[in-house]
RNA sequence: GCCUAGGUGGCGGAAUUGGUAUACGCGCACGACUUAAAAUCGUGUCUCUCACGGGAUGCGGGUUCGACUCCCGCCCUAGGCACCA
């Protein structure tokens, strides 16, 4: 018996794939496809993960059964090239990202093929790759002409000692990750791409794809469409003179207007320093508003902790019910979230009644939560003030209104537009969702096609000068500009094109940017003349996507962005570009940390299929848990999926002429239970099901047909060693020739079923049926058994439920 | 803080979607083989009880003949929160 020696089999059977080229598929025939895609990764120093290797295993696996069954299937991988680390990189050492950049990806190439991933390199997408990014120039061009581009400033994290923008993941405290220095909020100016034009549709077309039901949800609520009504209050000033200011507020509760008892602006608002001179407190609304524009987002809304400065001397208008109020300013308001204003009504939500609590704001409910008049009690008010103070949470449901004047008793919702009329106000709706900003001030990023006259104007770079190529000669320590300001041969260029005094645009874009179409080009990815020919375009949209669930908001929401906004354009003939999608959960280390390199807790798919080898590292990731689901990375339980490597390589040596029937039904059962396994991506229990049947085997015996069959199910999840054994057995290429088996249906059953008998829902015993056996004499069969005899204590049965083929059970009396 | 998902043996997990909870694997224990060890094979392994039986799917309630699964309220963990990718 020959030893099962993975290492020789696996280099073996990868060279011979290179070089029979056995990853190519004719892509000019999109008769049968199917577009099977990976999430590209950013090539790392630290080379690929676990994370990886569970996701691209899942996805190979899924493309080798697809291929048996028929289709043509396209599986590209490429390179998301262009991002921060390597030009972090470059800061600390002078080497050039696109050397690092270099040296990643064919390390990443090495390992992907390491791991028997079958993917055409000849053909990828590397987003650095000026090949490429001419055509995420082009593009932008095409947004650009579309006026789906424009320029506007926002405020970003600003380092003042490493003169850079920074991202918030890199503020600790208020401080700078790098240096330590406090960050300031800087206004920065850039390009936006119009995400929000689409967001109806970003919405709506959500329904057209085969996705997780809670990416859905979280991308709806990402957008965050809310109707709801603008309305104005006018501003006193000067006791109680009216000014001629007005501030308009966004709200979706216009029914509770008569309960809003203060308005607060955001501290940024312009109304603030326009009514400088009528605020008595003005020193301190200033300082406040400082604080508040040092601070980020997330700050500003998170906590229970509520600050802000009323502003003395000035009060508004309640239009409702013409009662002076309050007006504040307080960084839980945005101004960038509709109006950057609000009408605070404490009793009806959360956010309003702690900050109404601090400032001793009076609570005012104006929403019975009833469905009838009646239901109104004398002092419902004043309960609702007393428990709300107690508990810290508002009433914010709907119902019937009080305590508003000729609207008492109206149903919230017909209150909503009733009110909204009455005092003057517009529906409307709003959205969450800003527009995106892609102008980045980075060196290793794709250069945004735009050139400035000598007066500033901004114009696009003609597409014959495309890829508008991304300079070489530049420092990349930043200094409060773009590192491509500093190149000498990207100005002159621009000056020879353009004429004297003519500018490039300095700051690349986001890299999201190049990740939003690179699905678009692996059918064409050579195509010099096209982003991708007619005839390739046929390969699109993606059949299944498979990706981490961290990309669940952004890639995935900017990925549909520029399809839609293509298709509008008329570049593509669909508006959804992941027709299926599917995540894969986080590899952890043992302890169920999540692994990282200041941790050391980093595991290397190197030295693991070193170790145990590609096949039992790649059935061993997806045997752990669910796809979808964490998996601990533990060593020691790999073993379990190389034994059962094992047993099937030594079976081979135990073939017999003849099946014996368990096994000729196990393996029925077991193509049945795989096909709609795989087809499910439940990849952790289609192996468990391929282990059931090898035990099966084991005691019992196995034709070399119906080995050869397993062989076929097992190939997608272990390449090496089925091909091995198939090639043993004298046979040529699995993966070439072989399909997906058939299952029959009548084998795949079972003839006999134990069936659980309860009495009073408890089992009390078990018997065995034949298949189709009437429930009548599956009820006799039951009561004549000793053992229910004796639990009936001779009553009657009440009630038999029979759940076929599963379980009956006896109601005798319910336990009072 | 907000949005989303998840909590099942010593551990990873399974449960035909409301029908015999703990499949499969790891670990552990015992046995076989061996001078011995490793490897391999076999048996056992939720828990309390001598037993009859009872109790367990994060905690507390509810619906149902029957709940890991559905409903209500808590607790904990993970992902995302717009310049990391």
Redesign the pocket.
């Known amino acids: 018996m020959e030893k099962y020696n993975h290492n020789d089999i696996e280099g073996k059977w990868q060279k011979i794939w290179e070089e029979n080229k056995v990853s190519k598929i004719d892509k000019d025939d999109t008769k049968n496809k199917f577009y099977m895609l990976d999430m590209f990764?950013?090539p790392s120093g630290d080379g690929l993960h676990m994370g990886h290797t569970e996701s691209y295993t899942a996805s190979d696996v899924y493309y080798r059964f697809k291929k048996m069954q028929g289709f043509n299937v396209l599986h590209p991988q490429g390179f998301?090239a262009?991002?921060?680390?390597a030009e972090n990189f470059a800061i600390k050492t002078g080497v050039h990202p696109a050397q690092t950049t270099e040296k990643n990806i064919s390390n990443y190439i090495k390992q992907m093929k390491m791991l028997g991933l079958n993917y055409d390199f000849d053909e990828q997408a590397v987003t650095s790759d000026p090949k490429y990014y001419k055509w995420t120039q082009w593009i932008f061009q095409q947004f650009y002409k579309n006026d789906l581009v424009y320029q506007s400033t926002?405020k970003?994290?600003w380092c003042s000692s490493c003169q850079t923008?920074?991202?918030?993941?890199?503020v600790l405290n208020g401080e700078c990750e790098r240096c330590g220095t406090q960050i300031e909020q800087k206004k920065?100016p850039?390009w936006f791409f119009k995400i929000t034009d689409f967001a109806d549709d970003l919405i709506n077309d959500l329904d057209k794809v085969d996705w997780p039901?809670?990416t859905k949800?979280?991308q709806r609520?990402?957008i965050?469409k809310s109707e709801g009504a603008k309305i104005k209050f006018k501003l006193t000033a000067h006791r109680s003179q009216l000014t001629a200011n007005e501030i308009e507020v966004f709200t979706t509760r216009p029914d509770t207007l008569f309960g809003a008892t203060y308005m607060v602006l955001a501290p940024e608002h312009s109304l603030v320093s326009e009514l400088k001179d009528q605020i008595t407190n003005w020193d301190e609304v200033e300082e406040y508003g400082i604080k508040a524009q040092n601070k980020?987002?997330?700050e500003r809304?998170?906590?229970?902790e509520k600050t802000g400065v009323k502003l003395e001397g000035i009060s508004a208008i309640n239009p409702a019910n013409s009662e002076e109020i309050p007006v504040f300013i307080a960084d839980y308001v945005l101004v960038n979230y509709g109006t950057g204003a609000i009408m605070a009504v404490p009793a009806h939500d959360?956010r309003d009644l702690q900050f109404a609590l601090q400032k001793d704001i009076e609570i005012k409910p104006v929403i019975a939560e009833v469905k009838s008049v009646d239901e109104i009690i004398p002092g419902l008010a004043e309960l609702k003030i007393k428990s709300a103070r107690e508990s810290g949470f508002a009433t914010i449901g709907f119902g019937l209104l009080m305590e508003s004047g000729q609207f008492n008793g109206m149903n919230s919702e017909e209150a909503k537009k009733k009110i909204t009329e009455f005092v003057g106000g517009e529906m409307t709706t709003n959205y969450?969702?800003?527009d995106?900003?892609i102008?980045?001030?980075?060196y290793w990023g794709c250069p945004i096609p735009i050139v400035y006259s000598p007066e500033g104007k901004a114009t696009l770079v003609p597409e014959e000068h495309l890829p508008w190529i991304l300079p070489i000669d530049v420092d990349f320590k930043p200094k409060g500009v773009s590192p491509l300001g500093a190149s000498k041969e990207f100005k002159e260029r621009t000056e020879k094109i353009f004429g004297k005094g003519w500018t490039p645009e300095y700051d690349t874009m986001?890299?999201?940017v190049d990740?939003s179409w690179y699905f678009l080009r692996y059918p064409d990815a050579l195509n010099d003349s096209e982003f991708c020919s007619e005839i390739r375009k046929k390969w699109l949209p993606v059949d299944l996507y498979i990706g981490g669930?961290?990309?669940?908001?952004?890639?995935l929401l900017f990925a549909r962005f520029f399809t839609k906004a293509m298709n509008k354009i008329g570049l593509l003939d669909f508006d959804e570009p992941f027709l299926k999608l599917r995540h894969q959960g986080?590899v952890l280390d043992a302890q169920?940390k999540?692994m990282s390199k200041s941790k050391g807790n980093v595991v290397n798919p190197d030295d693991m299929v070193k170790s145990f080898g590609a096949d039992s590292v790649r059935t061993y990731m997806l045997?752990?848990?669910?796809l979808e689901?964490?998996?601990?990375w533990?060593e020691?339980?790999i073993?379990?999926?190389y034994?059962?490597l094992?047993?099937v390589w030594f079976t081979k040596d135990e073939l017999k002429e003849k099946s014996s029937e368990d096994v000729v039904r196990e393996l029925h059962k077991t193509i049945k239970r795989m096909t709609k396994g795989i087809d499910e991506l439940?990849y952790?229990?289609a192996?468990?099901d391929m282990?059931?049947f090898i035990?099966t085997v084991?005691?019992s015996s196995i034709s070399k047909e119906d080995y050869q069959t397993f062989l076929t199910i097992l190939s997608p999840f272990a390449p090496h060693i089925t091909q091995e054994l198939w090639h043993q057995l004298g046979n040529e290429s699995l993966i070439q020739d072989e399909s997906w088996p058939k299952f029959d249906e009548s084998l795949s059953k079972d003839s006999i079923h134990?069936?659980?008998v309860?009495v009073?829902?408890?089992?009390r015993e078990?018997i065995e049926i034949e298949e189709g056996t009437e429930e009548e004499d599956v009820s006799k069969k039951a009561l004549a058994s000793e053992l229910i005899k004796k639990w009936l204590e001779g009553k009657e049965p009440k009630?038999i439920?029979y759940?076929k083929n599963?379980?009956l059970?006896i109601?005798v009396e319910?336990n009072e």
Do not use: C
Request: net charge positive; hydrophobic share 35%.
């Open positions: 990764p950013y998301d262009f991002g921060l680390p926002q970003a994290n923008v920074i991202a918030n993941e890199q920065i850039g039901e809670h949800k979280n609520n990402w965050g980020t987002e997330m809304i998170e906590g229970k959360d969450r969702l800003r995106w900003s102008s980045r001030q980075r986001d890299t999201f990740s669930a961290e990309h669940t908001y952004m890639h986080m169920g999540k045997f752990a848990a669910p689901d964490e998996v601990m533990n020691d339980n073993v379990g999926v034994r059962f094992e047993k439940a952790n229990t192996v468990s282990m059931k035990n084991k005691k134990k069936i659980a309860q009073n829902g408890k089992v078990t009630k439920i759940v599963r379980i059970n109601v319910s």
